[in-house]
């Protein structure tokens, strides 16, 4: 069962049909949201969620946000630390994912990549931290990690980290290259991190930042695969 229809809800879509597993999606998206009353509806569908499916493994995207300590006290945050109590207060069955930022197809203009390709293709000036750090992941790769985890017999709350992290004055750097557009950027002198364990993240490929921006954002490589 899916209940959301975003990004994460399409890369799970194989999940649709599966009644005892529901994985919800319809969460708040914009790291930056505010208004109390989007973090209540969030909350008053996961809780009717739980109680329509409470013999079913209820599968929560949460963030790995809660360590950075710039954003630890933001409503954002704060609410998906909420949600968390009360999926493993209320759930039998659980799999909580704290997710860094998820690329893949997606209008959504609040993702921290796609926010900087407008930017970037706008010409608008970027204003950037000059220590800020991020973990980028595919949303695919999201799936190929969770899904063992999904089928396992235990309830979990895990991060799903690659060890990727980037500043984001290079993410923006890498999708000027991408683009073939040179864009105006602000760096302010302040210090934005994730503190997260190393043994805690997964391998990946030395390039892996590179190749997922270039797999979604070089649209000249992307037109070309359409044609053949």
């Known amino acids: 069962m899916i ?113 900087f390709v407008e930017k970037i293709e706008l010409n608008n000036e970027i204003f950037v931290y000059s220590n800020s750090v991020r973990y980028l992941i595919d949303v695919e790769d999201v799936l190929r990690i969770c899904k063992p985890l999904i089928l396992a017999s235990e309830s979990i709350i895990k991060n799903i980290l690659l060890n990727n992290k980037i500043n984001v004055v290079e993410i923006v750097e890498l999708l000027s290259g991408i683009l073939d557009i040179k864009p105006k950027v602000k760096i302010i002198q302040k210090y934005d991190d994730l503190t997260i364990e190393k043994e805690e993240l997964l391998n990946c490929d030395i390039n892996y930042n590179y190749n997922l921006l270039n797999k979604y954002y070089n649209k000249k490589s992307n037109e070309l695969k359409n044609k053949t």
């Open 3 to 115: 209940i959301g229809n975003g990004m994460l809800a399409r890369a799970f879509i194989e999940y649709n049909e599966i009644e005892d597993i529901v994985i919800f999606a319809s969460g708040v998206s914009n790291s930056r949201e505010t208004r109390d009353e989007e973090f209540l509806r969030e909350k008053r569908l996961l809780e009717d969620v739980i109680s329509k499916y409470h013999n079913s493994v209820i599968v929560y995207f949460s963030t790995c946000s809660i360590y950075n300590k710039a954003l630890s006290n933001s409503k954002y945050v704060q609410h998906k630390i909420l949600l968390e109590n009360l999926i493993t207060s209320r759930c039998s069955s659980y799999r909580i994912f704290r997710l860094p930022n998820v690329v893949g197809k997606t209008t959504n203009k609040q993702t921290i990549v796609n926010y």
